[in-house]
């Protein structure tokens, strides 16, 4: 996931549009783009809530799958709030190398995780002024975790969902507040939650930021972005 403090991504290659899809294709381009995933979770790996929260505040400004090759050794050696903040920075660091800006995410996860053990006797709060006190986690982190670990409708707007709002005509805005805003308001309120997830990972295998692959995706009639990419042509064998 991308850093809470960075910018939303030019749109040269998303050719977004002020052009709002109609509130009666909110539905069923939503059912289109889940079908065969009707309970969607997170790519990152965890086993309980705090170990969420650490995966999440790690994947700023990385990837999923590079955060789930180290998490495996970090929560082995310390699995719990009182055991990471028992680790501390110069304990963790060694096992997060492998990921962007590991230096400072050692020191906001050890600073949460004693925070953790002060302020909320080891358990991560339900509440969002709470845990965006935490060392790491603003806004959108605080998202996922509400929405993943406690089951709020709440909408974490990454790069994927800032350019979907935008291209499909969901909830076109020039900030990431205003497209969580937008699409916490026109999406069915018993579809928010996992929606969520629906359009994180649509971003990421369909509805790319490079181009589009809309020959497949299965919502492509309700979307407003245009010109739709053509099925790109088979390499000939050789």
């Not at 040269?12 to 381009?29: E, G, L, N, V, Y």
């Not at 999440?56 to 055991?83: C, E, H, R, Y």
């Amino acid at each position: 996931m991308p850093s809470e403090a960075a910018q939303p991504p030019q749109r040269r290659t998303t050719r977004s549009t002020a052009r709002k899809m109609k509130t009666a294709d909110i539905r069923p381009f939503l059912n289109a783009i889940a079908a065969g995933n009707p309970d969607p979770r997170t790519e990152l790996q965890y086993s309980d809530p705090f170990t969420l929260l650490v995966a999440v505040v790690l994947s700023a400004q990385t990837t999923d799958a590079a955060v789930n090759k180290a998490t495996p050794f970090l929560f082995a050696a310390a699995p719990t709030p009182a055991a990471m903040a028992a680790l501390g920075a110069e304990g963790i660091g060694p096992h997060i190398r492998s990921i962007g800006l590991w230096q400072s995410k050692a020191k906001n996860v050890a600073a949460l995780a004693q925070l953790l053990v002060e302020r909320h006797g080891g358990a991560v709060p339900a509440e969002r002024e709470a845990l965006e006190a935490l060392p790491g986690v603003g806004r959108k982190t605080a998202n996922v975790v509400l929405n993943e670990i406690f089951g709020q409708p709440t909408m974490a707007v990454d790069t994927h969902i800032f350019r979907l709002g935008n291209r499909t005509g969901l909830a076109p805005g020039k900030t990431v507040r205003e497209v969580e805003d937008g699409l916490v308001k026109r999406i069915p309120p018993d579809l928010l939650r996992r929606a969520h997830h629906w359009l994180i990972l649509h971003g990421r295998y369909v509805c790319k930021a490079r181009q589009p692959e809309c020959w497949r995706c299965p919502g492509a009639q309700w979307c407003v972005f245009t010109p739709k990419p053509a099925t790109p042509a088979r390499s000939r064998r050789t």
